[in-house]
């Protein structure tokens, strides 16, 4: 018995079939949210900004399901333990992140704000 039998214990590590449906699903999610930005399908920033972390979120599932090929099955649900402990620090991470740029936005930057694009044009 090879190292990689005795490696195998009752768990899926996937077909060639399965990481291409992977790889075409993570391409697509890519080019369509990068084609969104180049092209400025959505008039509004913030719309653009939500509709690409929707992308990203379905894109985070696709390489959970077929990369990593996390289930609520596979060893006694450890993997789902681990799926909830890393969508908290995910999460954290991302809303920590997104306030701490917006208040330096804010706090930093307070004359851009104020100041007409005339006013910009003259700046050194």
Request: aromatic share 10%; proline share 4%; glycine share 6%.
């Amino acid at each position: 018995m090879s190292a990689h039998d005795q490696h195998d214990a009752g768990h899926s590590h996937g077909s060639f079939g399965s990481y291409m449906i992977g790889f075409g699903l993570s391409v697509i999610l890519t080019a369509i949210p990068f084609w969104l930005v180049m092209t400025g399908a959505f008039a509004n920033p913030q719309t653009t900004a939500i509709v690409i972390m929707a992308f990203a979120v379905v894109q985070i599932i696709v390489h959970m399901i077929y990369f990593l090929h996390m289930n609520t099955r596979s060893e006694s649900g450890w993997t789902m333990m681990a799926l909830i402990f890393t969508i908290v620090l995910v999460v954290i991470t991302l809303a920590g992140s997104m306030w701490v740029m917006y208040h330096l936005n804010t706090n930093m930057m307070p004359q851009m704000q104020a100041m007409s694009p005339h006013d910009m044009s003259q700046m050194p």
